[in-house]
T-cell receptor, first 114, second 112 residues
Framework: DTGVSQDPRHKITKRGQNVTFRCDPI?????LYWYRQTLGQGPEFLTY????????KSRLLSDRFSAERPKGSFSTLEIQRTEQGDSAMYLC????????????FGPGTRLTVL | EDKVVQSPLSLVVHEGDTVTLNCSYE??????LLWYKQEKKAPTFLFML??SGIEKKSGRLSSILDKKELFSILNITATQTGDSAIYLC????????????WGAGTKLIIKP
């Protein structure tokens, strides 16, 4: 399967714990995006990378959230000191940086904070 | 402020019917409009539309963009139960390398 993959698919954690999610983009895509989605809403942008450079972060992204893409391939999203309000689906997407602009999404990681 | 509005919010039809989903947009420096299908997982890319009046087609799905009236429609003919999903549209801007402005989606239910 050459699509975007994410791991884990589901994560249940207790409030206050740290969690880390991984995303592997489509191999030739140099842009990678993280989104958060809650029920009944479209995806909410969190951050994006062009190769290893993090070029934009949403103002909604608190300092408990950090993302890395150290070698310009896979990316990790870490949430520290999780809160119940962090419960959501975390989506990763990737795209080329040419005129073809479509972002292709991974299956998502569903986070439940108890 | 940029916005994308989809209608209807939900729609229930019977298998075999044809449906039309609407997406209107107000996006500064508009570049393109994207349609996605979302079932119980992440959105799956359907179409990207950049030019007015040119229909994009994939099987029973088709879509068209009207840049004068600022809307797009997604048509599904001969619907099947597998078409049941949330259909999302999103606008992109010329001056942004990353931003998608999402609509809230249309929840489509196809009854057998």
């Amino acid at each position: 399967d050459t699509g975007v993959s994410q791991d884990p698919r589901h994560k249940i954690t207790k409030r206050g714990q740290n969690v880390t999610f991984r995303c592997d983009p489509i191999s030739e895509h140099n842009r990678l995006y993280w989104y958060r989605q809650t029920l009944g809403q479209g995806p909410e942008f969190l951050t994006y990378f062009q190769n290893e450079a993090q070029l934009e972060k949403s103002r909604l992204l608190s300092d408990r959230f950090s993302a890395e893409r150290p070698k310009g391939s896979f990316s990790t999203l870490e949430i520290q000191r999780t809160e119940q309000g962090d419960s959501a689906m975390y989506l990763c997407a990737s795209s080329l940086d040419t005129g073809q602009w479509a972002q292709y999404f991974g299956p998502g990681t569903r986070l439940t904070v108890l | 402020e940029d916005k994308v509005v989809q209608s209807p919010l939900s729609l229930v039809v019977h298998e075999g019917d044809t449906v039309t989903l609407n997406c209107s947009y107000e996006v500064t420096n508009f570049r393109s409009l994207l349609w996605y299908k979302q079932e119980k997982k992440a959105p799956t890319f359907l179409f990207m539309l950049t030019s007015s009046g040119i229909e994009k087609k994939s099987g029973r799905l088709s879509s068209i963009l009207d840049k004068k009236e600022l809307f797009s429609i997604l048509n599904i003919t001969a619907t099947q139960t597998g078409d049941s999903a949330i259909y999302l549209c999103a606008g992109t801007r010329m001056d942004s390398n990353y931003q998608l402005i999402w609509g809230a989606g249309t929840k489509l239910i196809i009854k057998p």
